[in-house]
């Protein structure tokens, strides 16, 4: 079904003429694949970063997504949109992750999460003053420690909106959730950072 | 951007609108630069000691387990013959102890029965010397004369004792 996909649009971009062979129509499906590699990488790999404040489990599981997602690609019937399909591969590898890890508990495993003083310090280098710069290092602190106290799956669902800007429809599609208990959810956790910030938690 | 706005605009706390961006920028800035960093190729150094220590934990704890369920076995079994002797043994005590039981009421029975006829022989004894003895009255008291006739049969008719008793 992809491979058709596939020779359709090679078709309509008028780059073939002559009938697709299964050949063309495998190279047309791997450079479609190479495209949303290249075009949503940054954004799972920033997904699990912010989950799980590790950079090197965050590439590997981000490797890990796009190796399960090449291996399923003529599976994907293009219901939902590919970054909704990828990003639950992603989310479904960090559960699996988490459960593993609870599973091997007795193992010494190195982790190599930051802790949050260390992730608060990234900020872009805007047109700030220095009181301005430490006014949002220590709101960005605050919301990286409300975040770690939510569970995991309202931390999934506040960081798929307020990081990777997804609609409801979408976080709905990909966590496999209703929209009404992405928006509880995503309450829950408001209140949460607002708490924090509030200095009421 | 227009996302961003949609997703902090909805809030109508200031404070925390403002929050979310510097979180979201925060983030970005943090992936972009791990994102763009030199990737190093490292090799991985397997250990093989813990390799092979793991293993042989693995077999001595398999070893264990085995030797465990084949002594317990054993044990069982032994248990098992064992009480099966001392059932035995219990039961050829009390077979004796039947057979002993048994014998000594064959030696009592018989012991009566003995005494039973010894008592009936002394008693036919008894009878019998009575009788012997009645009998011996009976002729010794025909034989004996009456009063004075022997020594009237030795007189003679003159009054002499006579030749005839000789």
Redo the contacts between chains.
Sequence with gaps: MRGNEASTKVMAAGTAVKPLTVEAVGVAAAQEFARIVESHR?QI??FL??SLRD?DL??TLTQECFLKAHRNWQHFRGDSTAMTWLMRIAINLQKDYWRNRRMQFWRQTRSNAVDLDE??E???N?ERTVEQQLL?RE??A???KAVENLSQRQRTVFLL???E?RELSEIAEATGLSEGTVKAHLSRA?SR??GE??GTR | MSLQKNTTDEINDPLLAQALKNFKASVDAWSDAAYDRPRKAVSVVRHGWRLAASWALAGVLAVCAVAGVAYERQHRQEMARIAAVKASALKAQQQAAEQVRLAAEKERARTEQVSGAKARAEQNIGAADEDLLATVDSDVSRQVPAAMEPLAQLMDDNGTPGSGTQ
């Design positions: 940054p790999f920033r970063l912010a950079v965050a590439e992730a608060s990234w900020l872009p805007g949002a709101q960005v605050q919301v990286w909106r307020y990081v800007e408001l950072v607002r910030l509030r």
